[in-house]
């Protein structure tokens, strides 16, 4: 497999637009409604596959009919989901969001099966194939947290494969235990919120120096509509944002890590990669959902 990506796996609920919420049991009309494949690893499963690369992805879900539906979304999104484990009586994470005119997204949320994941639940032999692993959410999967991991990790990275790490909260006490994995992946790709609550930082440039003095290659701090910034030992530069129309920002960090991994892995220098990252991140906010407007890597790269 060319990609493994591990970790959160969600079900999304989205509606737009959605200028407020009715009371009582008032009834809003809206343009559009759409469930779909979610999460820092589905998400980003997803976008990888959309990108030309194979994906196997691992993690847990529910055995309820949201998992039904989750495991059949990603299969037909082309996505190996044969070690994605299956919790009995637990239920799959999902997220209801009501996307505002102006592309946010305010979320109601629950984290399901995802709170559970462990070391145990992955497939070592299966990463130990892989040209590059994607950590998504270790800020929420703490189980991963496992120092046999972090040696496997260790391990992969020193074969030649590359880790991308990404995070999902906003809540510091679950940021600061993510902070253990740094020493062990290569890349990590925070936003700007969770980089400052991170290191208590007080601007993106800070907070991904000292990011970058915990171990990984580079830091990537995805800023919104300002962009991202690429801090390495031999680089700092931010790379600008793509014009384009915004219908929903959700998953764009997902497609973001996607475009940047699929660079790495086609040859391409961290700055290039980020590029590639920022272009898929335009495309994904051009429609409702994680994986909305994104089609090919030809698509994507014809932005830049």
Request: hydrophobic share 45%; net charge negative; glycine share 12%.
């Given at each position: 497999?060319?990609?493994?990506?591990?970790?959160?796996?969600?079900?999304?609920?989205?509606?737009?637009?959605?200028?407020?919420?009715?009371?009582?049991?008032?009834?809003?009309?809206?343009?559009?409604?759409?469930?779909?494949?979610?999460?820092?690893?589905?998400?980003?499963?997803?976008?990888?596959?959309?990108?030309?690369?194979?994906?196997?992805?691992?993690?847990?879900?529910?055995?309820?009919?949201?998992?039904?539906?989750?495991?059949?979304?990603?299969?037909?999104?082309?996505?190996?989901?044969?070690?994605?484990?299956?919790?009995?009586?637990?239920?799959?994470?999902?997220?209801?969001?009501?996307?505002?005119?102006?592309?946010?997204?305010?979320?109601?949320h629950v984290p399901g099966a995802n709170l559970g994941v462990t070391y145990a639940d992955l497939d070592a032999d299966v990463l130990r194939t892989a040209r590059a692993v994607h950590l998504g959410g270790v800020d929420v999967t703490f189980g991963l947290g496992d120092p046999a991991f972090f040696e496997l990790l260790d391990a992969l990275r020193a074969s030649g494969t590359i880790v991308t790490m990404d995070l999902l909260s906003e809540m510091p006490d679950l940021l600061g235990m993510a902070r253990a994995f740094l020493p062990h992946v290569d890349y990590v790709l925070p936003n700007e919120t969770q980089a400052v609550l991170m290191t208590g930082a007080a601007d993106p440039a800070e907070a991904a120096r000292a990011l970058l003095a915990e171990g990984p290659r580079g830091v990537l701090v995805t800023l919104g509509e300002s962009g991202s910034l690429v801090v390495t030992a031999d680089v700092t530069e931010q790379v600008p944002a793509l014009k384009t129309e915004v219908a929903d920002t959700t998953g764009c960090g997902d497609a973001y890590c996607a475009g940047f991994l699929t660079g790495l892995l086609h040859g391409q220098d961290v700055m290039t990669a980020a590029r590639w990252g920022t272009a898929a991140a335009a495309r994904v906010a051009t429609g409702l959902g994680s994986d909305a407007g994104l089609t090919d890597l030809d698509s994507t790269l014809a932005l830049l």
């Open positions: 497999m060319t990609v493994v990506t591990v970790g959160v796996h969600i079900v999304d609920i989205l509606a737009r637009p959605v200028s407020h919420i009715p009371g009582g049991q008032d009834t809003v009309l809206v343009d559009e409604i759409r469930l779909t494949a979610a999460g820092a690893a589905a998400g980003t499963a997803v976008d990888l596959v959309k990108l030309g690369n194979d994906v196997v992805t691992m993690g847990a879900v529910g055995d309820d009919e949201l998992g039904d539906f989750l495991l059949a979304v990603l299969a037909r999104r082309g996505v190996d989901t044969s070690r994605l484990v299956r919790r009995a009586g637990e239920r799959t994470a999902a997220s209801i969001l009501p996307i505002r005119p102006d592309g946010g997204r305010p979320s109601f």
